[in-house]
Nanobody, 126 residues
Framework: QVQLAESGGGSVQAGGSLRLSCAAS????????MAWFRQTPGKQREVAAC????????YYEDSVTGRFTISHDNAKNTLYLQMNNLKPEDTALYYC???????????????????WGRGTQVTVSP
């Protein structure tokens, strides 16, 4: 089992920045992919960014490309999402996810991930 704990969400104005963190604990040695998903009421959870661990493959959803940066600190077992130039449409509940297979690509589904955090709310006002 892997436990994931997100932090760093909050409320900002458009154009602002936030950094999300996801601390992983437990049996993390089998983790191959980590990701940030986001979800708004009435919509499906969608991947915003993902990264292979270990590895260098990174994917960003089109709307966040150039504004968000995903990174993973192996020594700290922590996943980050640096979010710059935030827009109101980025408002969502952001979830950290970990999976035991190499699944980092456009449209990867939540079902591809074994473990989830509880989510952290990001609210961007105009």
């Amino acid at each position: 089992q892997v436990q994931l704990a997100e932090s760093g969400g909050g409320s900002v104005q458009a154009g602002g920045s936030l950094r999300l963190s996801c601390a992983a604990s437990g049996k993390t040695d089998t983790t191959k992919t980590m990701a940030w998903f986001r979800q708004t009421p009435g919509k499906q959870r969608e991947v915003a960014a993902c990264v292979l661990t270990p590895g260098s493959v990174i994917y960003y959803e089109d709307s966040v490309t150039g504004r968000f940066t995903i990174s993973h600190d192996n020594a700290k077992n922590t996943l980050y999402l640096q979010m710059n130039n935030l827009k109101p449409e980025d408002t969502a509940l952001y979830y950290c996810a970990a999976g035991d297979h190499f699944n980092c690509f456009e449209g990867v589904l939540p079902a591809a991930f074994n473990f989830w955090g509880r989510g952290t709310q990001v609210t961007v006002s105009p």
